[in-house]
């Protein structure tokens, strides 16, 4: 009986770590991650703050705070105020590129993600095999190639050339063959028996069942080209239709002396990409989870 009972003790005692052990790791988990998160927005959140001190409070050596001691709205109504910055056209500019880039790859890579995913034919995986091959081919080594085109069909110095040449990209076919391979054939087929054509089947079912890989990758490439700034540097020559990035070189130039206006210039630059983020959050968290699953 004492036997008995020194075991019962020894396996309650045991079963107490067992039972704790995995909220510790929780705990764990969050206190890194919180870390992590604090560590990733600490620069940016500095930003934001400091585009409200003047010049002089930022530069200052000895009072340095990390929240304004007068917050002002001086550098944003100097970058509005002037004449020389545009910027409804600037953001246009760049919002032209970026939307006309997430709308001709999405739509294309969803289509050749679905002819791979779906059909069989010859050479297709001689095919699928050259556009991953793609992946490693470096943009420096396309991007002379790629103006000489554009020169020859008069689209540089034009919005226009920074969507004509983006109908392409083996990442996006890669990630959406992913996503559609795991849609069941069987829903393909019954659609085709009721007499859906093949586009039909693409726009109607296909598309409504990666809004997740969709939403995540629209983002990835409005965020890259959103920031792009060697191409456009290249293809656009004129101030009127240049991007965000090349402007906001160009106004950092002309005010060395000024911090409190470039960090202001930079936020501006940058807080569109924060709202289209928060906005598809919800569907890039989706488009992420399942990718790893898959």
Known sequence: MAAKTYTARLEQQNAHPRRFAPLREKTIVYVILIIGCIITLTPFVWTILASFKSHAEIVDPINRTFFPE????ENYL??????????ERFYFNSAFVAIGNVITLTL????????FAKFNFRFKRLMYVYILGT???PFQLTMIPSYLILLQFDLTNNLWGMVALSW??????????QFISTIPDELLDAARVDGASEWH?????????ILPALATYGTLVFIL???????????LRDVDV???PIILTWYNDRHTSNMGLQLAASVLVVMPILVVYLFLQRWVVRGFTLSGFK
């Open 78 to 87: 100097t970058i509005f105020n002037d004449e020389s910055l545009p910027l």
């Open 168 to 177: 392409f990209d083996a990442f996006g076919i890669f990630l959406m063959r």
């Open 225 to 235: 080209n959103w920031n792009a700034y060697l191409w456009p540097l290249i293809v």
């Open 135 to 137: 992946m490693m081919i």
């Open 108 to 115: 294309s890579s969803s289509l050749f993600g679905y002819v």
């Open 70 to 73: 007068e917050f002002t709205f």
């Open 242 to 244: 240049r991007t965000l």
């Open 201 to 209: 089947i693409y726009w109607r079912i296909i598309l409504p069942q």
